[in-house]
């Protein structure tokens, strides 16, 4: 709203407060506003994505074998933890890998090789849900 007589980047508040705005000045936020966007705030500290290796496509086969259950392996996010474990923060604790719907995985770095960690995590992105019913132990992840 342009008023006669204020600068033409002035507006008018349906309180008539009078705000005056800049271009310039919202812009040099947006930066901020984009990056404060992408960042989880449930992601582990230090999280970065990774690429898997080769391995974890036959895992994910066996494991979809074990549980009678498909899914799409290239759907999920991959990202490792610096350390052998780490805080977890969906609950107290320490953690060597974590799933998080829809469909991301977080793996302690010094898991990453451990098929039993990985099978476990892709099981959970399989059955769509972070509890651990039975096949988990019939599957023995």
């Given at each position: 709203?342009?008023?006669?007589?204020?600068?033409?980047?002035?507006?008018?508040?349906g309180d008539?407060?009078?705000?005056?705005?800049s271009?310039?000045?919202?812009?040099?936020?947006?930066?901020?506003?984009?990056?404060?966007?992408?960042?989880?705030?449930?992601?582990?500290?230090?999280a970065?994505?990774?690429?898997?290796?080769?391995?974890?496509?036959?895992?994910?086969?066996?494991?979809?074998?074990?549980a009678?259950?498909?899914?799409?392996?290239?759907?999920?996010?991959?990202?490792?933890?610096?350390?052998?474990?780490?805080?977890?923060?969906?609950y107290?604790?320490r953690?060597?890998?974590?799933?998080?719907?829809?469909?991301?995985?977080y793996?302690?770095?010094?898991?990453r090789?451990?098929?039993?960690?990985?099978?476990?995590?892709?099981?959970?992105?399989?059955?769509?849900?972070?509890?651990?019913?039975?096949?988990?132990?019939?599957?023995?992840?």
């Amino acid at each position: 709203m342009v008023v006669l007589g204020l600068h033409p980047r002035a507006l008018v508040c349906g309180d008539g407060v009078l705000l005056k705005t800049s271009m310039p000045g919202r812009l040099r936020w947006l930066p901020v506003v984009l990056l404060l966007g992408c960042l989880d705030a449930f992601a582990p500290a230090g999280a970065m994505p990774f690429t898997p290796h080769a391995v974890y496509r036959v895992w994910w086969t066996e494991i979809e074998r074990c549980a009678g259950l498909w899914g799409d392996f290239d759907r999920v996010e991959w990202y490792q933890v610096p350390g052998s474990s780490y805080s977890c923060p969906a609950y107290e604790g320490r953690c060597d890998g974590w799933w998080r719907a829809p469909h991301t995985i977080y793996m302690a770095q010094g898991q990453r090789y451990d098929r039993q960690v990985a099978e476990h995590e892709m099981l959970h992105d399989l059955l769509q849900r972070g509890d651990h019913p039975p096949v988990f132990q019939a599957c023995g992840v």
